[in-house]
């Protein structure tokens, strides 16, 4: 069966890779993903805060005659909570492009352009094939205002596309107020790609402790909803590939997302919870569903479910509403 597929500008087996995650930590584990048939190895994210906080350290360094106030630096992250530094992250580039074949796609991740986006071009350097640019903000400020917030992700990705030439990703959440609209926005600014979505993290409240607590959840099928309903409706509308990111735990998952749009299924979750061989059991049961269809392709089914054909998808999502609240006896 023919599970081939074009995301980012590369022809792929098949649209199965591990999502930005510890995942790649290991240089074992990142062969043991090779083997079990990842298309491709996206790492983890280097953040801003890390980069920005080394710029200061060494300007600090440079500079300590000046006066400078070390209470700057406490408002960065304790840098033990990170796994690789900038200098280490670089180098772990050069080790998993020695190690696997597949593309190799780096991970940023910030909030807010700046110096610290000339990075991309150090990772570009380094020898990744592309490079994904994970936006995680959330919008706390009463005066910030949704027109700024849009601008400032454009102005990051025109800043990095600016520097490096390899293929661009940008990884996006689902809270913004027209996402299509920013889709289209990204895309004619040059996005190579779109992932949807990120996860943003709820804390808790700790009532016996009456502080915030911070627990990591893995995803689950219910969160690919959301994904697919946004797939359906930006998916043949845009020039930039699309990816899927959060709730793929089955072949069913990523069959539904593709038929919806998608040109890569990034996991995860499933991956933390039942290994890496996973991804080789969820590539086969969907060769042996397609074969039960009569597709002959990936490619024959891929967008089968956009909206694409819809004259009005905010008529048809409206409809859908409507009709779903009646259904409930």
Known sequence: MDLSTNYLG??????????????????????????????????H?????????????????IETHAGNSPEALSYFPDTNVFALGPAEYLNRIVQIKRAV???VIASLNGISPGGWLGFADQIQQAGADALE????SVATDLNDTSEHVEHVLLDMLRSIKER?????????????????????QLDDANA??????????QPDIDLEQLSIGRKLELSNSGELLLRLRWLAIISGRLRASLAVSG????????????????????????????GVQ?????????????????YESLSQMQGSMSLIRCPDPSAYERANYLELLQSWK
């Open 10 to 43: 590369f022809h792929l087996p098949h649209p199965l890779m591990p999502g930005a995650s510890p995942l790649v930590d290991d240089l074992d584990n990142v062969r043991r993903l090779e083997d079990a048939g990842a298309a491709a190895i996206v790492m």
């Open 45 to 61: 994210s280097l953040f801003e805060e890390q980069i920005v906080a080394e710029q200061f350290a060494a300007f600090d360094h």
């Open 101 to 103: 074949s597949v593309p």
């Open 133 to 136: 640019l994970n936006v995680y």
């Open 164 to 184: 490096i030439h390899v293929p661009v990703a940008i990884k996006l959440s689902p809270f913004y107020s027209a996402l299509a609209h920013l889709a289209r």
């Open 192 to 201: 190579d790609g779109l992932v949807l979505f990120n996860r943003f993290y």
């Open 247 to 274: 709730g793929v735990h089955t072949a069913l998952d990523a069959i539904k997302a593709v038929m919806c749009g998608a040109h890569a299924v990034q996991m995860v979750s499933a991956l933390l919870l039942h």
């Open 278 to 294: 996973h991804l080789a059991k969820v590539r086969e049961e969907m060769s042996a569903w397609l074969e039960k269809h009569e």
